[in-house]
């Protein structure tokens, strides 16, 4: 395994990789690795040559009062698992060679930039459609994997792919959970232990709203209410939003007919956690889904 830090040296492996016709997957992180972080490269290992795992703290996804300087960094630790799971190149640049002095340039992806997670995160997605354009760049991969922990991350990247004739596919991987039902996040490190249990209420909310559909509920707004107030009986829980939404759009439904994103945001004490749970009610049936299997507007 390899560990690249300067980018031109990257992105002169990634062009001598595709004349060789190397079939090269990418799978963009922050670090402080767990296993839904390690379990994104098994989508991209079977008709991949390279695996390359991109580590970088972006710091322009960050707004100010964020956890930038205390969110976790192990480089070391990250290399480890990642050679123990056969990943073939590890990308970690320094923030000065991403970001040189003088760099004005910003990705804008529209209207799916300013909702939910983007309301309260304002320049959030501006920064992650920026550095997965870069990395794009440095990297040249045929595909990429993105988790469905962060959905509109996930979805706001398929459409900027899209939107700009990117050659590369884009995967989203299933939600990895820890035995209890929370998922796994690098931000769960901050939680003490009565904060933890308290997290598990935004999975469990999410399994009751669901098991409300079951039953034959079908109003977005009382989906949307039955959430809040199940998340209401954490005492250090502090709701950012609730949303039951429309899988390409961002835009929220009045009812649930087809396929739908019901997606939650809440601090837990000051750390930030997201969920969210993609279904389909089909002939008064429902089911969840895979983001992944969720077609886009068009298909090209
Ligand atoms: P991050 O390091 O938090 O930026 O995450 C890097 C990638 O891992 C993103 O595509 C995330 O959606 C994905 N990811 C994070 N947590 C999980 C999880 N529990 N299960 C699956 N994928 C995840």
Redesign the pocket.
């Known amino acids: 395994m390899e560990i690249i830090r300067e980018p031109e040296r990257m992105q002169a492996l990634a062009l001598r990789l595709r004349r060789e016709g190397k079939r090269v997957g990418l799978?963009?992180?922050?670090?402080?690795l767990?296993a839904?972080?390690l379990?994104?490269l098994e989508h991209v290992r079977r008709d991949c040559d390279v695996i390359v795992v991109s580590i970088f703290v972006n710091p322009i996804q960050f707004g100010p009062g964020e956890d930038l300087e205390r969110y976790p960094r192990d480089l070391e630790g990250d290399a480890e698992k990642l050679r123990e799971v056969g990943c073939h190149v590890v990308f970690a640049p320094d923030v000065g060679s991403v970001y040189r002095p003088g760099a004005r340039t910003r990705v804008i992806v529209e209207e799916l930039e300013d909702v939910l997670c983007g309301a309260s995160r304002p320049g959030h997605f501006r920064g992650v459609a920026t550095i997965v354009t870069k990395l794009f760049h440095l990297v040249q991969p045929h595909v990429a994997?993105?988790?469905?922990?962060?959905a509109q991350?996930?979805i706001l990247l398929q459409r900027m792919t899209r939107d700009l004739d990117f050659p590369v596919e884009l995967r989203i991987?299933?939600?990895?959970?820890d035995p209890d039902g929370l998922?796994?996040?690098?931000r769960n490190a901050y939680l003490d232990a009565q904060q933890r249990s308290e997290a598990l209420l935004l999975q469990e909310s999410l399994r009751s709203a669901y098991r409300l559909v079951d039953a034959g509920e079908r109003d977005a707004e009382i989906l949307r209410r039955h959430v809040r107030e199940h998340l209401s009986s954490g005492k250090q829980l502090r709701i950012d939003y609730v949303d039951l939404v429309d899988a390409q759009t961002l835009r929220p439904l009045r009812r649930l007919d087809g396929r739908a994103l019901l997606l939650l945001a809440a601090w837990v004490g000051k750390t930030r956690l997201i969920d969210n749970l993609a279904l389909e009610v089909r002939h008064n049936e429902v089911r969840e889904v895979a983001l992944e299997h969720i077609p886009g507007e068009e298909t090209r």
Request: glycine share 10%.
């Open positions: 799978v963009p992180t922050m670090g402080a767990h839904g972080h379990s994104l994997v993105f988790g469905q922990k962060d991350q996930a991987a299933p939600i990895v959970r998922a796994l996040s690098s």
